[in-house]
């Protein structure tokens, strides 16, 4: 059977950052572990603080990926409370910060066919989540549990520096937050130390073309919402 198509690679930086988007449904093909290796190690050029390079991450595939899965699909199914061991949102929601998250929940769920209100539709689309979407590589990152503010920024671009390498490959990706959500799952099934903080997932691999919330394209603020020139 000829391979499904998926999306084109990206060109150059540009275009790698540009066609970034967060995608929420994979095709069941593996990603060949050279490529993921060299996405990895480009990555890992990503600059910190004086070279500490924080980031650690377990990379998951096959038959433990499937365990990884199941796991936390059950802890979700479970109604499992969330283990996360940082604050990622703010704990008081306020504008500007509370309509984007709206704006872009609501446009996701559209096209997932989840109705306003819908709270078992919704629970669903999050629990979608565990899957990694149905990706063929599931991501876990943590950080040793020492280290300071400053890390986690460096961390970030780390991050970034994976998704848009894996554009340049043709590959997709999805940050997830939620998979932190259930970190005692993740230490059992991967072995993660107490010193180490789980930071978050990603889910990678190529993009499902007929996946409807895949036309996710979220929007950003103008330039003059956020940045102040100081200029003759
Ligand atoms: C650190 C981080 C964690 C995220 N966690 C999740 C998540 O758990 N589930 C999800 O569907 N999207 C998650 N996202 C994706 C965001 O919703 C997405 O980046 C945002 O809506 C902007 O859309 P875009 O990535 O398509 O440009 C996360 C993004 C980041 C940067």
């Known amino acids: 059977m000829p391979e499904q198509e998926s999306r084109p690679a990206a060109g150059s930086a540009a275009e790698a950052i540009a066609s970034r988007r967060s995608i929420r449904g994979f095709l069941d093909r593996p990603v060949p572990r050279p490529m993921l290796e060299a996405i990895l190690a480009l990555a ?45 949102y703010p704990t008081a929601w306020r504008e500007p910060y509370l309509a984007r998250r709206r704006q872009v929940g609501w446009q996701l769920y559209a096209l997932a066919g989840v109705a306003r209100g819908d709270r078992e539709g919704g629970l ?37 520096s994976i998704m848009i390498a894996a554009r340049a490959e043709g590959l997709d990706t999805c940050p997830q937050a939620a998979i932190a959500n259930y970190s005692d799952v993740l230490r059992r099934e991967l072995g993660i130390p107490a010193t180490e903080t789980v930071v978050c997932g990603m889910a990678l691999g190529w993009a499902d073309p007929d996946e409807p919330a895949n036309r996710l394209v979220s929007e950003r603020a103008p330039l003059q919402d956020f940045v102040t020139f100081h200029a003759d």
Not at 49 to 72: C, D, E, F, M, Y
Not at 135 to 152: H, K, M, N, Y
């Open 44 to 88: 890992a050029r990503a600059p910190s603080g004086s070279n500490i390079q924080p980031w650690k991450l377990h990379a998951v595939t096959g038959a433990p990926l499937a365990r990884l899965k199941a796991a936390l699909m059950a802890a979700h199914d479970a109604g499992a409370p969330s283990q996360r061991e940082y604050e990622y």
């Open 124 to 160: 669903r689309q999050q629990g979608r989540n565990f899957d990694f979407f149905g990706a063929p590589v599931g991501l876990v990152f943590t950080i040793d549990r020492d280290l300071e503010q400053g890390s986690w920024l460096d961390y970030g671009m780390f991050l970034q």
